[in-house]
């Protein structure tokens, strides 16, 4: 099942309203240019489409597993690699970025139950999504979960070349269901997971992800 996210529904009627208004203008003003008109229909409903499916929002059940991490976002794994996440856990972790392009699914979704230990919004530049400095200087949001194994880990949001705008819907000490909805990001980005060093990973690089739903990795109990 599907549904138009709130994020987008505001922009989807006032699109359709200008873009009926300029169907109607095209054929008040020129009623016997009949290739121009079945032009501007076909790019206007062209238009709403691309427009309409960045803000679909699948309905469904989102599996229940403590010790596995799932996939905060759609779209494909680009970065399986070891870094340092220097701004809050201020050690080296398992990175795991998953890039997200225009035609995917933007809604982006808790990858364990937790609570959120820490949150930080930071303004930044918009380098293309796969930039190696779009981690430390793009528009991003830091979050922190504490998940029921004790586990900390940081998902973070950030912003690509066409993605101007984060939302997110959480602060610190938000409980979060495991696949419950905590942000979206409009037109194209990536989402970065910082993960223990000792997490088995369960992705590949290349992999294409579904939210909430593809296995990233398994932890460990302490």
């Given amino acids: 099942m599907m549904t138009i996210h709130k994020e987008g529904r505001t ?57 596995v991490v799932f996939a905060p976002a759609d779209g494909k794994v680009v970065v399986i690699e070891e870094a340092v996440e220097d701004e809050f856990l201020k050690e080296k972790r398992m990175q795991v970025s998953i890039f997200m392009s225009p035609i995917n699914v933007h809604v982006n979704r808790s990858p364990v139950k ?42 973070r949001q950030i912003a690509g070349a066409l993605a101007r705008r984060i939302k997110w819907y959480v602060k610190e000490g938000t409980p979060l269901e495991q696949g419950g909805e905590f942000g979206f990001i409009k037109f194209g980005s990536r989402v970065d997971l910082y993960l223990p060093l000792d997490a088995e990973i369960l992705c590949q690089m290349e992999q294409v992800t579904k939210g909430g739903r593809t296995p990233i990795a398994r932890l460990k109990r302490k």
């Fill in 114 to 155: 937790g609570v959120v230990e820490y949150f930080k919004y930071h303004p930044g530049k918009y380098l293309v999504a796969w930039h190696p400095k779009s981690s430390t200087e793009n528009e991003r949001t830091s979050m922190v979960i504490k998940d029921t194994f004790g586990h900390s880990i940081m998902v």
């Fill in 11 to 67: 922009l989807l009627f006032w699109m359709m309203i200008i873009l009926v208004a300029i169907n109607y203008a095209v054929y008040y003003f020129l009623p016997d240019e009949r290739l121009v008109m079945n032009l501007v229909i076909l790019v206007s409903v062209a238009l709403y489409l691309i427009v309409l499916q960045f803000f679909r929002n699948p309905i469904f059940e989102p599996p229940q597993e403590e010790g």
